[in-house]
């Protein structure tokens, strides 16, 4: 069967290469490819399946990209970006990525304590629920040969010179570049533009919906003309969708307190009364991925309101429930 590409270019040099996730609510991936007569560059990989793998080598192709000069970049951990890694990357590609989000990707992930965090946040736990998450099912083979980056590294292909910004948030690592006189933003997950980026936790170790919050301001700030996501369309107003997206996480802060007004819930519980811009009748009869994510977002905007001191906690040995202080 003839494989489709969806290949649009950019800017000179610079292509947006879209990669079907199959029955993911995201629908693709866009990995930006940027091409110089010394080394290319492919930001963003798919996930590791077939489907990612096909569409990527037949765009590869029709670009003209020899993966002998290439180097990878990937924004974060998530396997629909770092998935391919191991795929794609020959002997002498430099594959960046902050350390962080790396050392995951790599291998160093406790699994088994997510779920078993899950289960006493009130996740089903009689679902194959590790299996059938699309960050496990579809990760990488394991790379380890990461070149890592920091805030401020600069990174130049061809006429392009990418400046890494970590915004954390989405993830710990999570990483956009920053094209200073193109005045260009790659913003992987950090800023969407028709979605919203899930901010989610499995483990309250980590209050990501503040560094999110955070890192939005700190684009914010920067001179951006277009900006480059990881998922659907691009655009150019950025400070008017960062405020949407604080916006977003206001009202969603408050539909939590409005439900834990009700009485005290497990973060299950809670994610099963918020409202999910998905196709369901019953969050029970949600697919698991979807559940994870739902569970995730909840959790994210509870450690958080946790933090501020307007939840409290309720541990008892074999659960956990939130409540209003
Ligand atoms: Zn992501």
Redesign the pocket.
């Known amino acids: 069967m003839e494989v489709i590409t969806i290949i649009e270019q950019i800017k000179p040099n610079i292509y947006k290469v879209e990669i079907p996730l199959p029955n993911n609510p995201l629908k693709s991936l866009n990995s930006y490819i940027i091409k110089s007569d010394d080394r290319n560059l492919i930001i963003d990989t798919g996930m590791n399946r077939p489907e990612c793998m096909e569409v990527m080598l037949a765009s590869l192709e029709e670009l003209d990209i020899d993966l002998y000069k290439t180097d990878l970049f990937i924004t974060?951990m998530?396997s629909?970006?770092s998935g391919n890694i191991s795929n794609l990357a020959k002997e002498n590609a430099k594959v960046y990525c902050h350390k962080k989000d790396a050392e995951i990707i790599g291998g160093n992930y406790a699994w088994e304590g997510l779920l078993a965090n899950a289960i006493l946040n009130g996740f089903p736990a009689h679902e194959d629920a590790i299996g059938k998450h699309p960050g496990f099912k579809y990760r990488d083979l394991g790379w380890q040969d990461f070149t890592y980056v920091n805030d401020g590294d600069v990174i130049t292909i061809g006429d392009y010179s990418l400046t890494c910004v970590h915004t954390p948030g989405?993830?710990e690592g999570h990483m956009c570049l920053y094209e200073k006189n193109h005045k260009i933003l790659f913003s992987?997950?950090h800023i969407l533009y028709t979605i919203t980026?899930?901010i989610s936790i499995w483990i309250e170790d980590y209050d990501a919906l503040a560094d999110y919050l955070l890192n939005l301001d700190k684009v914010g700030k920067l001179d951006v003309e277009l900006v480059l996501p990881?998922h659907r369309n691009t655009f150019t107003d950025l400070n008017g969708r960062i405020e949407e997206l604080k916006q977003h996480h206001e009202k969603r802060l408050q539909e939590i307190l409005d439900i834990l007004a009700t009485g005290a819930r497990n973060t299950y519980e809670v994610a099963a009364q918020m409202k999910w811009d998905l196709k369901y009748d019953d969050f029970e009869n949600l697919p698991t991925p979807q559940k994870w994510f739902a569970m995730g977002e909840a959790l994210a905007h509870l450690t958080y309101l946790q933090a501020k001191q307007q939840i409290k906690i309720e541990q008892q040995p074999d659960k956990i429930r939130y409540s209003l202080v």
């Open positions: 974060h998530h629909d970006h989405h993830s992987g997950d980026p899930n990881a």
